[in-house]
């Protein structure tokens, strides 16, 4: 079983910045694709950014490439979601994701998932 815990939320000024971390835990965790999803009232989760196993592989959603920075520490067990010049439109729950994805964009492809951490960009 793997457990995830995600931190580091909060309300930030328009142009700040903000890192999420999620600690995971399981034998596993360095053999699990590791993805940051969010989420607004009434609207389908989003992909944000995801990770492969060996950090080889890293993808993000066009709404964040260039100011979201995804990466992981293996030897921690947990990886992080640097957010920079955030925006408004970056308001939402994120939440951290683990699992074998082959479509790494999808969530349903993820069956461990935290609980969530509250991110409030004011303009």
């Known amino acids: 079983q793997v457990e995830l815990a995600e931190s580091g939320g909060g309300l930030v000024q328009a142009g700040g910045s903000l890192r999420v971390s999620c600690a995971t835990s399981g034998s596993t965790i360095n053999l699990l694709g590791l993805a940051w999803f969010r989420q607004v009232p009434g609207k389908e989760r989003e992909f944000v950014s995801y990770i492969n196993w060996s950090g080889s592989n890293i993808y993000y959603a066009d709404s964040v490439k260039g100011r979201f920075t995804i990466s992981r520490d293996n030897a921690k067990n947990t990886w992080y979601l640097q957010l920079n010049n955030l925006k408004p439109e970056d308001t939402a729950v994120y939440y951290c994701?683990?699992?074998?994805?082959?479509?790494?964009?999808?969530?349903?492809?993820?069956?461990?998932w935290g609980q969530g951490t509250q991110v409030t960009v004011s303009s």
């Open positions: 994701a683990a699992g074998w994805p082959t479509q790494w964009a999808s969530a349903d492809q993820y069956p461990y």
